[in-house]
């Protein structure tokens, strides 16, 4: 299987502030890399799919980045009602696996 | 509005089955893979199974091969996971999901249900 590791495991921001979460495949995984963002006790959200293309509906200021092992997920500025964990996931080969999560917490 | 909502979670007492649904709603589901992932009380989100669009291809994670079967019935528009024999370490919250792909197997989950529990605990 491959395994997906996310940094930081969590992360204190303020709001406004840019923030960047990495995500590494133990393999190339070439663009089969996803990320999702899950607020406590809600579904998670599909936000960025293929690396960079960003799902309908989720804001400007979510941006991914990457390819082969190492990935990026970048909040430009971020706002209160983006405090939630973020997971990134690859697609490139079964089992399709998550990496454990990043939370991001207010400062 | 597109919708997944899934039923049958509940308590069931190690080595119990159980059976969940996924009802699909606003969006054609005989045409998209679907997918089960889980999550165990306050850990990460790992997927369980999938099954094809016409229900002639599934996968499993290795945790539950054997274990698990995902079916579906096109015409009701419902997804279902059979669980056997299960273990304390199933316990999760249990979610549906459609995958991004449409008929074109993706892995990856754009509707996501709002969950079911299932405990597993004597």
């Known amino acids: 299987d491959i395994q997906m590791t996310q940094s930081p495991s969590s992360l204190s921001a303020s709001v406004g502030d840019r923030v960047t979460i990495t995500c590494r495949a133990s393999q190339s995984i070439s663009t089969y890399l996803n990320w999702y963002q899950q607020k406590p006790g809600k579904t998670p959200k599909l936000l960025i799919y293929a690396v960079s293309s960003l799902q309908s509906g989720v804001p400007s200021r979510f941006s991914g980045s990457g390819s082969g092992t190492d990935f990026t997920l970048t909040i430009s500025s971020l706002q209160p009602e983006d405090f939630a964990t973020y997971y990134c996931?690859?697609?490139?080969?079964?089992?399709?696996?998550f990496g454990q999560g990043t939370k991001v917490e207010i400062k | 509005e597109v919708q997944l909502v899934e039923s049958g979670g509940g308590l069931v007492q190690p080595g119990g089955s159980l059976r969940l649904s996924c009802a699909a709603s606003g969006f054609t589901f005989s045409s998209n893979w679907m997918h089960w992932v889980r999550q165990a009380p306050g850990k990460g989100l790992v997927w369980v199974s999938r099954i094809k669009s016409d229900g002639s291809s599934t996968s499993y994670a290795d945790s539950v091969k054997g274990r698990f079967t995902i079916s579906r019935d096109n015409a009701k528009n419902t997804l279902y996971l059979q669980m056997n024999s299960l273990r304390a370490e199933d316990t999760a919250v249990y979610y549906c999901a459609r995958d991004l792909g449409g008929s074109y197997k993706v892995d990856g989950f754009d509707i996501w249900g709002q969950g079911t529990m299932v405990t597993v605990a004597s």
């Open positions: 996931q690859q697609s490139y080969s079964t089992p399709p696996t």
